[in-house]
């Protein structure tokens, strides 16, 4: 009896343990962003946290916050780095910290969206990257490609000569400014929230976004040309905090990284057919596409653009355009 008696408490003091490590290993991380519900990028990042918890035998459990629940952008960013939030999705912003971020949003520098994986996903993304972790903290684990800016006017805008004086809302970003001013156009910075009432009253003539804020922002009610410039193709970040990285254990970091590649082309898929998407609700909405001179435009903006860049990162934007 003595024998068995031993066994059974050796049996449960195991589990007791197995239990008390498992427990430890327990993982929390929560992700919050900007998007809505029915963004791509909410639905990655729901993939994100399901790939984390297979790939890391339920240890870790990532809650996702999006609409801006655990605050704006920089604020996210902000919490991270003191350790109240652990993900987030950002991009152009980390330019606070790291200034070859900038680089993410420049206008005609990426030229479609291979080219655009050339570049993050090769060595200029991986010298980014580097910088992001070192001097703001976080480190990207996926890149999300962003539907490329365009035009759209009561008028079709083939070339930069067609601008013609256009009163243009761009965000208040002196590179945009400085870009479109050298472009022939009059761009006039302006709040988002005002851009719909504007155009409405004839206060501006044109503005410039991504297929999925003309459809969200109802312009085709206001506008009727999406002049297919694509000036700015861009990518954004799913970034975890390095220090919160750091505390994982060997086997969760590992599945931290490889749930970011699985969302990461999960992502894409939903992207490529969203924008195929985006175009037919706005043609049916009775917007016309039009044809642009893509290569006069980008010609004409690149002065600009290299006299807005930063010193410092123009050898890196100058890799990005040579980059094949």
């Known amino acids: 009896m003595t024998y068995w008696r031993h066994v059974v408490l050796a049996a449960g003091l195991t589990l007791t343990l197995a239990g008390t490590a498992g427990a430890q290993e327990q993982v929390t ?43 704006k952008e920089m604020d996210v960013i902000g919490g991270i780095q003191l350790g109240s939030a652990d993900m987030t ?38 010298k980014i990257e580097d910088e992001i972790r070192e001097k703001a903290g976080l480190r990207p684990i996926a890149y999300f490609a962003r539907g490329p800016r365009d035009l759209t006017s009561n008028r079709p805008i083939k070339t930069p000569d067609d601008l013609n004086g256009l009163r243009l809302r761009v965000p208040n970003v002196p590179l945009f400014v400085d870009v479109w001013s050298a472009l022939g156009a ?11 009432t504007s155009l409405q009253s ?9 297929l999925s804020l003309i459809q969200s922002a109802s312009f085709y009610e206001v506008q009727k040309d999406v002049n ?4 700015v193709r861009s990518w954004i970040y799913l970034v975890i905090g390095e220090n919160r990285f750091q ?6 970091q590992d599945a931290v990284l490889e749930a970011g590649k699985r ?30 001179d893509q290569d006069a435009f980008a010609k004409k903006a690149e002065p600009a653009v290299r006299a807005s860049l930063p010193k410092d990162i123009l050898p890196l934007y100058e890799e990005i355009l040579n980059t094949k």
């Open 29 to 71: 991380l929560k992700l919050g962003h900007l998007a809505n519900e029915q963004n791509v990028w909410h639905k990655a990042s729901l993939k994100f946290a399901e790939e984390a918890k297979a790939l890391s035998n339920g240890t870790i459990n990532v809650e996702v916050y999006p609409n801006e629940q655990l605050g």
């Open 89 to 126: 999705i950002t991009g152009e912003s980390l330019q606070n910290w790291a200034p070859s971020a900038a680089l993410l949003a420049v206008p005609y520098a990426i030229r479609d969206l291979d080219h655009l994986d050339a570049v993050a996903g090769g060595p200029i993304g991986k």
């Open 186 to 196: 009059k761009p006039t910075p302006m709040a988002f929230s005002e851009v719909f």
């Open 202 to 210: 004839h206060t501006i003539d044109a503005q410039e976004n991504p």
């Open 228 to 231: 297919l410039t694509e000036h």
């Open 247 to 252: 505390g994982l254990t060997k086997e969760q």
């Open 263 to 292: 969302a990461q082309a999960y992502e894409r898929d939903l992207f490529l057919k969203d924008e195929e998407q985006l175009k037919q609700d706005l043609k049916d909405k009775g917007m016309t596409f039009v044809e642009v």
